[in-house]
């Protein structure tokens, strides 16, 4: 069976660093665009950070030069560098991957990690 399992989430003060991560597991697969979203209460859910399988960054303009996404093939795993932490920044955060099987391709979240910024 196919997850994404994140790690890394915690509260943190205004200014401060945290690095998400995760991890595909499972077999069959290889993985193709990966991304993380964030949803903070009563917002829709956002792309933060996306990835494409040769390494091309997305990026939304509220966390331009401040977080950096990257991502291990080899591993399967997609991190998620946050430097210069603001309250803004306070949501729950969701791997989101594009998965090809030999049967197509799927989408893929896992299960949300929360990001708590303090002023």
């Known amino acids: 069976q196919v997850q994404l399992v994140e790690s890394g989430g915690g509260l943190v003060q205004a200014g401060g660093s945290l690095r998400l991560s995760c991890a595909a597991s499972?077999?069959?697969?290889?993985?193709?665009?990966m991304g993380w979203y964030r949803q903070a209460p009563g917002k829709r859910r956002e792309l933060a950070a996306a990835?494409?399988?040769?390494?091309?960054?997305t990026y939304s303009d509220s966390v331009k030069g401040r977080f950096t996404i990257s991502r291990d093939n080899a591993e399967n795993t997609v991190l998620l560098q946050m430097n210069s932490l603001k309250p803004e920044d306070t949501a729950v955060y969701y791997c989101?991957?594009?998965?090809?099987?030999?049967?197509?391709?799927?989408?893929?979240w896992g299960q949300g990690t929360q990001v708590t910024v303090s002023s």
């Open positions: 989101k991957a594009i998965l090809s099987f030999s049967t197509g391709r799927y989408q893929y």
């Open positions: 499972g077999s069959g697969f290889s993985i193709n665009d």
């Open positions: 990835i494409t399988r040769d390494g091309i960054t």
